[in-house]
């Protein structure tokens, strides 16, 4: 199992309205879950503080790392890909 450590994102902003307090800290809570997911790290809770001149999330139990993992790329054909001479073409 990775090692896992707590995460808090905290920004100081200008005076924010208060009515809009709630809406912008769950936007900046959802983007911020959205980042991690899509790069395949994994956490445990989630809270949200927001005040009107700092917003922040605390992230429990963060992945230090990304679990490895195989990709396969495609290129051009070999031919495509090199001169007669072996060095890159524009197409590589």
């Known amino acids: 199992m990775p090692e896992q450590q707590d995460l808090l994102i905290e920004i100081g902003t200008e005076e924010l309205p208060p009515k809009a307090l709630a809406t912008l800290s769950d936007s900046f809570t959802q983007g911020i879950i959205k980042g991690l997911s899509g790069h395949s790290l994994s956490f445990g809770d ?10 922040a999330v605390l992230i429990r139990d963060l992945d230090m790392q990304q ?24 197409a590589a």
């Open 67 to 90: 679990a490895d993992r195989q990709v396969e790329r495609r290129g051009p054909a070999l031919k495509a890909a090199f001169q007669d001479d072996g060095t890159p073409s524009k």
């Open 46 to 55: 989630v809270a949200s503080f927001a005040t009107p001149r700092r917003l």
